[in-house]
């Protein structure tokens, strides 16, 4: 995925979430709630903690939001949330991944197969999908004020696989073991990220022609991304960069 249709990606999801913080906290608080219970309150200590926290600040979430989800969770285990990821086919043959955390796996099921038929899909079984996907840390730099021979040179020696520039932003790709590392190499070089996460890198893109199936494909992904149990989608759409959303 370029750095320019990744960055109006995450652009759109910035400003969808931008009215949507209620729920943001909610996503981010779960996922709080998992790391707390593998790995202990304390992020010096947990790194999967310390992931979620760059996550979370990069989608503007509050220090006292992030704070209290860490102090409930360190002291309510009564939430006991799964990880699952499902995978489906959306119109026109489109690949989808769903990474949810539920505390009820047949709600959620539920949930996801009804969108999936609705708009003209199907949910799948583990690995229908997956294999035209690579999972690539991935890192966004803003480049405002910052010279890309410079940003490059730290991204290299912190342990990046590769560096890319577009229209301002530096995209900058992982491993996903390395994230982590790389990540906090950047931040101790005072570097702050538009995002900084593992994804699902499409290998190939499903176009869709037909008006009334983007329709339904735009229905699908709002659908899935509305819903509390799910943490990310991911999808090889090649849509209209005017209509492209994450």
Not at 40 to 51: C, I, T
Not at 58 to 85: C, F, H, L, Q, W
Not at 200 to 222: F, G, H, N, Q, W
Request: with cysteine.
């Amino acid at each position: 995925m370029s750095g320019h249709s990744k960055w109006n990606n995450i652009k759109r999801k910035k400003e969808k979430t931008d009215g949507q913080k209620a729920k943001v906290f909610t996503k981010m608080g779960r996922e709080i709630a998992v790391a707390v219970k593998e790995g202990g309150a304390d992020p010096s200590s947990n790194g999967k903690l310390r992931d979620i926290i760059a996550k979370a600040k990069s989608m503007n979430v509050p220090n006292e939001n992030i704070e209290r989800a860490i102090k409930k969770a360190g002291t309510d285990n009564k939430d006991t949330y799964e990880e699952i990821v499902y995978e489906g086919y959306g119109p026109c043959g489109v690949a989808i991944i769903v990474e949810t955390l539920t505390d009820n796996r047949n709600r959620t099921a539920g949930d996801l197969r009804h969108y999936f038929d609705k708009c003209g899909g199907n949910l799948g079984q583990n690995g229908c999908v997956s294999f035209l996907f690579d999972r690539k840390g991935i890192l966004l730099i803003d480049g405002e004020g910052r010279e890309e021979d410079q940003v490059m040179e730290d991204c290299m020696e912190a342990g990046a696989a590769d560096f890319n520039e577009e229209d301002g932003v530096f995209e900058v790709l992982t491993d996903p073991n390395d994230l982590r590392t790389v990540r906090e190499a950047l931040e101790a070089k005072n570097y702050s990220f538009i995002s900084a996460e593992v994804e699902y890198v499409p290998s190939t893109y499903t176009a869709i022609d037909d008006p009334d199936l983007v329709v339904k494909m735009e229905k699908l992904l709002e659908m899935l991304e509305d819903n509390d149990d799910v943490q990310n989608v991911w999808h090889n759409w090649d849509a209209p960069e005017s209509d492209e959303e994450e």
